[in-house]
């Protein structure tokens, strides 16, 4: 199974900051990867942010970017902002079983 | 509006079994690859299971593997997930979530999920 590793677990950052997040893969998956942000507050779900490693999904803005390939990908929040703050969780689709990593937690400073 | 909605969860004993059901509207079942994922109080999300469009792929997880079984209603244009031998590491939230593009079998990014169903596992 593929393994994806995200770094770091949690940071702390403040309104307004660029952040970057990173995931990397145990082997390579080309750009077979997404990124979710998940509230975790009861009766809501992840939302996917970002598909194919670096496509933006529709109505999600654009302080959020994604890039990379192979093994090593990075999210990045241009300026945070107060609603940004969420566990953030990289996933990959290159074949079955389907993995997440084991998420990175964004909290305010 | 493309909705999923989960129901079946609760509590029951280590050992006993539990049928969780996915109704799909804005969408039908037999184009996309719909899957099951799940997330432990305090812990990340798991990918659990998933079916194919054509219903002719099914695919799990080890940690389920031979315990679960995934199967669709057409008629209903419900997911079911069938669990046996539940453990207390069941315990969970389970979402259903729709993959991003029609047919694909191999694995997608998912665009739709479900507010899911709380699993409790204990005695």
């Known amino acids: 199974d593929i393994q994806l590793t995200q770094s770091p677990s949690s940071l702390s950052a403040s309104v307004g900051d660029r952040v970057t997040l990173t995931c990397r893969a145990s082997q390579g998956i080309s750009n077979y990867l997404a990124w979710y942000q998940y509230q975790q507050k009861p009766g809501t779900a992840p939302k996917l942010l970002i598909y194919d490693a670096s496509t933006l999904q529709s109505g999600v803005p654009s302080r959020f970017s994604g890039s990379g390939s192979g093994t090593e990908f990075t999210l990045t929040i241009s300026s945070l902002q107060p609603e940004d703050f969420a566990t953030y969780y990289c996933q990959q689709f290159d074949g079955h079983p389907i993995t997440f990593g084991q998420g990175t937690r964004l909290e305010i400073k | 509006e493309v909705q999923l909605v989960e129901s079946g969860g609760g509590l029951v004993l280590p050992g006993e079994s539990l049928r969780l059901s996915c109704a799909a509207s804005?969408?039908?079942?037999?184009?996309?690859?719909v899957s099951w994922v799940r997330q432990a109080p305090g812990r990340g999300l798991e990918w659990v299971s998933g079916?194919?469009?054509?219903?002719?792929?099914?695919f799990y997880a080890d940690s389920v593997r031979g315990r679960f079984t995934i199967s669709r209603d057409n008629s209903k244009n419900t997911l079911y997930l069938q669990m046996s031998s539940l453990r207390a590491e069941d315990t969970a939230v389970y979402y259903c979530?729709?993959?991003?593009?029609?047919?694909?079998?191999?694995?997608?990014?998912?665009?739709?999920w479900g507010q899911g169903t709380m699993v409790t596992v204990s005695s």
């Open positions: 804005g969408f039908t079942l037999n184009t996309y690859t």
């Open positions: 979530a729709k993959d991003r593009v029609k047919y694909r079998v191999s694995g997608d990014a998912f665009d739709i």
């Open positions: 079916m194919s469009s054509s219903g002719g792929n099914t």
